[in-house]
């Protein structure tokens, strides 16, 4: 398939796109507004440099980024984009009024034209390996210079390309630089028809997080705020639907050694905090909800963390973590941030999305891949009953994090470079 038969396609589906946002918009009051956004059909001004973040993952890992480039170059307008509202959210809670910020609209040419158009930009940086053919070759059509950031390729992604590669190869031809979080990364690119003088291998920005003090404090005081804080704390972070009965079923297991114990069960998508309220009462469970600040006390077992922002916060309070998206297939959620944390971490088999991430941190002994929810629970059970074995696994991650740290160095080098390129 060529750009042009892809094209024909999304217009033939184009009433399937304005489904999908109803339907989204049925589930979630985000996506309620802005719909003029999604199509390119919204007033904007011109900026010097377009950066696409996605999602609210890809978001924080790019803000470091960004407030470096503004301090170096403060004469540049900026446009952030992103294409969920808790990237949206993110965005304006770090720049506010600095940058312009809207979606990015639908990869429909019409939409995708007039966007650039009203944009006009010079660069264009986009993060990770959200790549949308008509906004690629449109941007090159017009001169824009274009870099991939934090650039992620898995082995599974990379044969999905492979298969369409009249597709895809002009499309990452027509970058001009690539920062590559891995060297399998890189080498995927590479044997996908870029030339290797535009990839360099900078490493995950995702490593450079720094967690502020006052986070960390957060997350003592709110442990403080429950029982007795002894008590056995772990947290199942972003986790989908068809996650919740697994969580659920290693934390009763737990629950017959550690009758204490308390669960953390962080849904990823905030149109599931009622479902995953309703699954865990149906469960048999007692649960107390964040967002009602219902109170953690003796008897409760399960604390439903339904509110945006706080999922570090909630890591920070927990003794150990299970990370989302991996028991489905989803492809996985970032597991830096409880590792960084000290965190003992436990994945699903599908976490493809951060296979590099989760190879160096399960060779290092701070994660374990778990298939099932009796192998999470029995799991769970060895590292509170073996402190000597928590503390290796807990030292662990926080080594990995620390020996692969300056990737924002090396990212930040070459978006100058970009942006320097007369």
């Excluded at 979606?103 to 995708?112: G, H, N």
């Excluded at 210079?145 to 990452?172: D, F, V, W």
């Excluded at 297939?329 to 951060?354: I, K, T």
């Excluded at 991430?357 to 009953?385: D, K, M, Y």
């Amino acid at each position: 398939m060529n750009r042009f038969i892809y094209s024909i396609l999304l217009y033939l589906l184009f009433p399937l796109l304005v489904i999908y946002l109803a339907v989204r918009a049925i589930k979630s009051p985000d996506y309620r507004g802005r719909w003029g956004e999604r199509f390119g059909l919204t007033s904007l001004k011109g900026s010097d440099l377009l950066i696409h973040s996605v999602s609210m993952g890809e978001t924080l890992a790019a803000i470091p980024l960004i407030k470096a480039i503004q301090q170096a170059h403060p004469q540049l307008s900026i446009t952030v984009t992103t294409t969920s509202p808790t990237g949206s959210a993110e965005v304006t809670k770090a720049f506010g009024d600095s940058v312009q910020h809207c979606y990015l609209p639908f990869d429909l040419p019409f939409s995708v034209r007039r966007f650039l158009k009203q944009v006009d930009p010079q660069y264009c940086i986009i993060m990770e390996t959200e790549l949308w053919p008509n906004l690629i070759h449109q941007a090159s059509r017009c001169g824009i210079k274009l870099m991939l950031a934090n650039a992620r390729l898995s082995e599974k992604s990379a044969g999905k390309y492979q298969k369409q590669i009249t597709l895809s190869q002009p499309m990452l031809q027509s970058l001009d630089s690539i920062a590559a979080q891995s060297q399998q990364a890189a080498d995927r690119f590479i044997a996908l028809g870029v030339n290797a003088d535009r990839v360099e291998v900078c490493g995950s920005l995702k490593f450079d997080l720094t967690i502020a003090d006052d986070k960390r404090e957060q997350a003592k005081a709110l442990r403080q705020q429950w029982r007795a804080v002894t008590c056995p704390v772990w947290i199942a972070g972003s986790v989908h639907p068809g996650e919740f009965d697994a969580i659920l079923a290693a934390h009763r297991h737990l629950l017959t050694i550690y009758p204490d114990a308390l669960l953390i069960m962080v849904p990823r998508h905030p149109e599931k905090f009622d479902a995953a309220a309703s699954k865990i009462s149906e469960s048999g469970f007692t649960l107390a909800r964040r967002s009602l600040k219902e109170s953690v006390d003796d008897e409760t077992q399960v604390l439903l963390g339904d509110t945006m922002g706080e999922l570090l916060t909630f890591y920070g309070a927990a003794d150990q973590a299970f990370v989302g998206g991996t028991i489905v297939e989803n492809g996985g959620h970032n597991p830096l941030e409880p590792a960084a944390l000290g965190l003992p971490v436990f994945v699903g088999p599908h976490h493809w999305d951060f296979a590099e991430i989760t190879g160096l941190l399960n060779e290092a002994g701070a994660l374990q891949l778990v298939s099932s929810a009796e192998e999470l629970g029995t799991a769970l059970v060895r590292n509170f009953e073996d402190k000597s074995a928590y503390q290796v696994a807990s030292e662990a991650g926080l080594s990995v994090v620390d020996a692969n740290k300056g990737a924002l160095q090396h990212q930040f080098d070459l978006a100058n470079r970009l942006i320097a390129f007369e």
